[in-house]
């Protein structure tokens, strides 16, 4: 089997990702993943799980090697810390929280590689997260309004309908 | 030197508890990532900003509500010797990328050692609670309650799409890894294993060795843990291991009874020879150390050999790590000195 990256050299390292039955496999030689930065498995330090990711994240193929694309990572930067989006894709690390922000566009493909998702559902901290907390309450409540209307129970629907005005009060306009 | 303690005790005061179905999950860590808002992350911090992050978070400590989880001591890395950090590394208090390559990076471990909260690792803060057996659940709603209680002091880098931000993108929305260190030597022996382990990596799982990434699986273990952490809750990922775990207790329960009771013979020959060799052999290295050391657990956990506390194989998992063995006797041993020294530590600790 030939080299993704460069075509020529035989591919002597392979790696399958599986993430929601979505299978990815790829397969490279070791002159191109040395010249990645990649560590080849076996030596010290192993096979890391960022090799992985850079090697996720700059995987277009079709595109590989095209100076344009090559390009336009370069132009991509975040104004907060000023990691660009090549070298980020190179170290599979963001420099900052305002990185998530920049590079925004390009991420959802990237964590649906990762994760197979691109929302996050889980805990919401109390202080930062004050507002995503209501909102997810008075999502929840109007959903349950629906289901009460569709049932025909207006009592607890009147109820509902009075505690989601309440919490709109809270809500800071934006 | 400050708190040496950490270095001088193999075994950490929570592991001598033994928990839940401990003949085959040793022990259980979850650990969650989190960074501070207005702070770059660390691996783009100033020497200055990676201090006032340290600060900001050492204030913390302060709170009351911390104290019962017992007497947090920060220990700075920079203050210890290679060697200690090498040691805190075998005791899976710190990780090899806190101990290599952190800069201005500390940690905070509690007296029993349960709780080590790491600082300007690869995100700034890093909660991770441990529990001996199969305890997934207690150690979730402990790093939680402690993260509730840091989150009231210090602002997060917190985004309503992609949830906690965190350096690297296999730890964004949850920041939550949770793992759990299995001994499976019966699925080894009749080789279903790889079945299983590649049956975990598709319902979005992932096993590693002991020490992490890229390690290998020395002596039977394996460490399962969660590899996906965005667009899963917290509940789901803690019951979705917890699950899998289960059932693969339950393989390993089967694999045990079947050895013992289709090859009984083999079975005692193999532990007891292993328990012969641990007992006796003048000169060992550290890969036949943790097979011998894996059948004898076995010999132990299906009452085989009832002279040999599961104590004392925990500590013996550590003791034979290189660091320790180095710091027990002396700094620089040659690689041939080091297998002597370590078949006479087992030797004392196992034989009679």
Redesign the interface.
């Known amino acids: 089997m030939q080299c993704q990256e460069c075509g020529k050299r035989p591919a002597t390292l392979h790696f399958t990702k599986?993430?929601?039955?979505e299978k990815t496999e790829f397969h490279i030689c070791e002159a191109c993943a040395r010249e990645k930065g990649e560590m080849i498995?076996g030596t010290t330090?192993?096979?890391?799980?960022?090799n992985l990711?850079s090697g996720l994240m700059d995987f277009h193929p079709g595109i590989q090697g095209h100076p344009s694309a090559a390009k336009q990572n370069e132009n991509i930067r975040c104004e907060?810390?000023g990691?660009t989006y090549s070298q980020f894709s190179k170290?599979?690390?963001?420099?900052?929280?305002s990185c998530?922000k920049y590079f925004n566009d390009r991420?959802d493909p990237?964590?649906k590689r990762?994760?197979?998702?691109?929302?996050?559902?889980?805990?919401?901290?109390?202080?930062?997260?004050s507002h995503?907390q209501v909102?997810r309450k008075l999502d929840d409540l109007r959903r349950e309004l629906q289901y009460r209307i569709v049932q025909e129970e207006f009592e607890e629907a009147a109820a509902l309908r009075d505690q989601i005005r309440e919490l709109e009060k809270n809500i800071p306009a934006e | 030197m400050p708190n040496l303690r950490f270095t001088e005790q193999p075994l950490s005061e929570w592991m001598s508890q033994g928990g839940k179905e401990s003949d085959i999950v040793i022990s259980t860590r979850v650990r969650i990532a989190r960074n501070l808002i207005h702070h770059p992350f660390p691996m783009l911090a100033t020497n200055q900003q990676s201090e006032e992050v340290l600060g900001l978070l050492r204030e913390v400590l302060t709170d009351e509500r911390l104290q019962q989880y017992g007497m947090l001591h920060p220990v700075l890395l920079a203050d210890l010797e290679e060697l200690d950090k090498k040691i805190l590394v075998e005791k899976h208090l710190i990780s090899p990328n806190l101990a290599g390559e952190s800069r201005k990076g500390a940690v905070f471990i509690s007296e029993d050692e349960s709780l080590s909260i790491m600082v300007n690792e690869e995100d700034h803060l890093r909660i991770q609670c441990l529990y001996p057996g199969f305890q997934v659940q207690e150690a979730w709603d402990k790093a939680t309650e402690i993260d509730d209680i840091f989150e009231d002091h210090v602002d997060y880098a917190f985004d309503g799409n992609r949830g906690f931000l965190t350096s690297c993108p296999t730890n964004v929305g949850t920041g939550l890894r949770a793992s759990v260190m299995m001994h499976l030597p019966a699925l080894v022996l009749t080789q279903q294993i790889n079945r299983i382990l590649s049956a975990v990596s598709q319902v979005g799982l992932t096993v590693r060795g002991i020490y992490g990434e890229g390690s290998e699986a020395m002596g039977n273990l394996f460490q399962i843990s969660n590899q996906i952490t965005l667009g899963q809750s917290e509940t789901e990922i803690i019951e979705n291991l917890y699950g899998v775990v289960l059932q693969i207790i339950e393989h390993e329960k089967n694999a045990r009874e079947r050895l013992l009771s289709e090859s009984r013979l083999r079975m005692i020959d193999r532990v007891m020879r292993s328990y012969g060799i641990l007992s006796h052999a003048a000169i060992m290295d550290s890969k036949e150390a943790a097979q011998r050391l894996s059948d004898v657990r076995l010999g132990v956990d299906i009452g085989l050999i009832d002279d040999v506390p599961a104590g004392v194989l925990n500590e013996l998992n550590v003791m034979t790590q290189p660091g320790f063995l180095q710091k027990l006797f002396g700094e620089n041993l040659s690689p041939g000195e080091r297998d002597m020294y370590r078949a006479k530590l087992i030797r004392e600790k196992v034989g009679k």
């Open positions: 599986i993430v929601n039955g498995p330090g192993g096979f890391s799980i960022h990711l907060e810390c990691l170290i599979g690390r963001f420099g900052c929280s998530y991420l990237l964590f990762v994760h197979g998702n691109t929302v996050h559902v889980g805990k919401v901290p109390k202080r930062a997260g995503i909102q």
